[in-house]
């Protein structure tokens, strides 16, 4: 799982083969330095740059640009390096028009990859005004081992004064010399983007990794010719692998020194390039005194998709951080006044005549001044958040979009598993106008709980046993059939155990349009162990083919495709034996492609005693009404979550899994 770095955070590295990705939205120069275990650079041959882009155990790009890939081999440094840091600059006024200072760029953001392009660690540099040169990160070598840590150290006086604090003599001159090289490679062109399929060709084709703040690049998927099945987001290798892989100098960098045959390749010859990302997209000019129009997708990122996925994220952050200060505000306030108040009491003279009215009432004025305070700058940033929900909500591509989003209504079977799939919206009570996507990486890492037990809603309302029974099975319904949709025509599978038939008229959108690989389990205890039998089996295979390293191994037909079980009114028709197997599917599953959905109320199987802790624990609770029960681990609110349910009377569902069963069908021919 990638490490999301935050600044001075560091995080051990388990390759000595690196890639360093750069993404920064508009064209820098990326410079990497060797350092001794003082971090001193002890001359120009110790720093690679456009104008020599090779050191021992380094290359890094000849031009300047808005994505860089920097090539490292730990192995190859000499004994002498203990550290190797990543510079970003803005190119000097000379080399291209451009912004003069990082504030007026979105946040650059740094990736440490493995050659497969899985990411490692990851950091985006945030807190830049007026510097228009940083240390990104570094990779230090502590006690014969090598880590990555996030630096995010800035510099207003760009390359020569970053160089010169690094302790380089020569740190003037060598930053001429790399704008100097800078500017040539600015004149050079770039290779344009291979050309992308008609619309008409829909061949599945493997899918582009996307990289995010929480976990790194997922192998491809569906990639054709005999490639073992990729579970759990974990590379497949194989014939006809594509995806981002080390461009050594940058896509279509150029050898100044060339004078015939074109530009060079740099990128090695057995492996393909990805094109480089279009470029995000740029506010509108603001009018005087009025803060910029946000505009959907100008975070970092290598696609929209992703780009969006850190907007809304960053949102959430963004929200959860104003709404802590102005809780902070309060409490300070309230503190404040209870001790003016303490101190006003405790002296006896004021409690004579009225002065010790007129000190209360001034020790409660300060109070709602304060309070006023805190509530319009929240009040502020809540205006900023407001508009930048109203651009990103409708820019939103159908797996991050509300069922009632017109994204539905030009749906059609995606050839590509995406990002993320949106499970509801959060929420906090000083900020109820403003929902946030609550989004949950693919492939699933754990099972979900749809809890239909007795809550209390956040709004006071009361809802029968029987009503929580259906609305939980609607939602567990909206879940699976938003999961159907974003994975590509036969790569998700949805089994379905209802003992009792209860949940059959919730279920009718996925039985009705046969997008269920077979009929609900309905037979009782019968039912139960058929299905949770072959489930189990199919972890069982697919764990031993995975551990002998012949996943190439696995019967003739076998069915490669994510799972999904969901369980309905657990625990009846569950014995002893069917409770282990289930746990086991909890624990084991998720890791190679199998997931557990289950609708249930705790309460009715607590006759099970502790037993069934860890199945509870391991799942990610949800509510089918409004409930404030999940936390984020920044700063500790307590966030309403919505679930995401279909508007009434909409045939949106229908629709899609429509289209969903037709591709299924024309997949299996």
């Known amino acids: ?42 001359g120009v ?9 090779t050191q021992p155990g380094l290359e890094v790009s000849r031009q300047a640009a808005a994505d860089h890939r920097l090539a490292v081999d730990l192995d190859a440094m000499t004994d002498a390096v203990h550290r190797v840091s990543v510079l970003l600059a803005l190119p000097a006024p000379g080399g291209g028009p451009g912004p003069a200072r990082f504030g007026a760029v979105a946040a650059p953001f740094v990736a440490v990859t493995g050659l497969d392009g899985g990411e490692i660690a990851s950091y985006t540099i945030t807190g830049l005004e007026a510097e228009s040169a940083v240390v990104a990160l570094e990779l230090y070598r502590r006690q014969g081992a090598w880590k990555v840590r996030a630096v995010g150290q800035g510099y207003a006086g760009g390359l020569a004064e970053l160089l010169t604090d690094q302790g380089l003599p020569e740190a003037v001159p060598l930053a001429g010399t790399i704008d100097e090289a800078v500017a040539r490679g600015l004149a050079r062109s770039v290779q344009a983007p291979p050309p992308r399929p008609a619309d008409g060709d829909r061949s599945p084709q493997p899918a582009a990794p996307a990289l995010g703040p929480d976990q790194g690049g997922t192998a491809p998927q569906g990639a054709p010719g005999p490639v073992p099945p990729s579970y759990g987001g974990q590379p497949a290798g194989g014939p006809g692998q594509t995806g981002p892989q080390p461009t050594y100098g940058g896509a279509g960098a150029a050898d100044p020194s060339a004078t015939t045959g074109g530009p060079i390749n740099y990128s090695h010859p057995g492996r393909q390039n990805s094109a480089p990302p279009p470029p995000p997209p740029t506010a509108p000019p603001a009018q005087p005194g009025q803060p910029a129009q946000p505009v959907a997708g100008d975070a970092t990122g290598w696609s929209m998709e992703e780009r969006l996925y850190n907007q809304v994220w960053g949102m959430f952050e963004d929200l959860a951080r104003t709404t802590a200060a102005y809780r902070s505000a309060v409490d300070f306030a309230e503190s404040r006044m209870d001790k003016e108040l303490e101190q006003n009491l405790s ?92 989004l949950l990486r ?20 009361f809802t029968d046993s029987h009503d929580m029974r259906r609305l939980a099975m609607e939602t567990a319904v909206a879940h699976a059939a938003r999961l159907l949709a974003v994975y590509p025509a036969g790569e998700f599978t949805v089994h379905v155990i209802d003992p009792a038939g209860s949940g059959a008229q919730p279920l009718a959108p996925l039985t009705q349009t046969g997008v269920l690989a077979a009929p609900p389990a309905a037979q009782g205890a019968a039912g139960v162990t058929d299905v949770l039998g072959r489930l189990t089996q199919r972890v069982d295979l697919v764990q031993m083919a995975l551990r002998g390293g012949a996943p190439d191994a ?19 028709g569950f014995d002893d034996r069917a409770v282990n197997q289930l746990r086991y599917l909890a624990d084991e599953g998720p890791a190679v492609g ?13 006759g099970y005693g502790p037993l069934l802790d860890p199945l509870w624990r391991s799942l990610l609770r949800l509510t089918p009404v409004p409930d404030d029960h999940l936390a984020d681990p920044w700063v500790g609110h307590a966030w309403t979550y919505e679930p995401p349910l279909v508007p009434p009377d909409s045939q949106v569902l229908h629709q899609v899994l429509t289209q969903v069963a037709a591709a299924r069908r024309s997949w299996n021919r």
């Open 347 to 438: 002296d006896p003279r004021s409690r004579i005549g009225g002065q010790g009215d007129a000190a209360r009432e001034a020790a409660r004025a300060r109070y709602t001044h304060l309070v006023d305070q805190a509530r319009a700058v929240l009040d502020r940033d809540l205006v900023q958040l407001v508009a930048e929900a109203d651009v990103v909500e409708p820019a939103l591509p159908p797996a991050f979009a509300r069922w009632d989003n017109p994204a539905w209504h030009a749906y059609r079977v995606p050839m590509e598993i995406p990002m993320a799939l949106r499970l509801g919206d959060l929420r906090l009570p000083e900020a109820d106008r403003i929902r946030i996507p609550m």
């Open 442 to 461: 693919l492939p699933l890492e754990r099972g979900l709980w749809i809890d239909s037990g007795r809550a209390d809603s956040v709004d006071g309302s």
């Open 1 to 42: 799982m990638t490490a999301e770095l935050v600044r001075g955070q560091n995080h051990p590295l388990s390759q000595s083969r690196l890639e360093i990705r750069v993404s920064a939205g508009t064209p820098v120069v990326a410079v990497a330095a060797l350092g001794d275990e003082n971090g001193r650079i002890h």
């Open 45 to 53: 041959e110790w720093v690679a740059h456009p104008g020599a882009p």
């Open 554 to 572: 696995l019967p003739p037909g076998f069915d490669t495709s994510q799972q999904l079980l969901i369980v309905n009114d657990f625990p009846h």
């Open 594 to 606: 199998v997931h557990l959905m289950m609708v249930a109320d705790r309460e009715e199987s607590a």
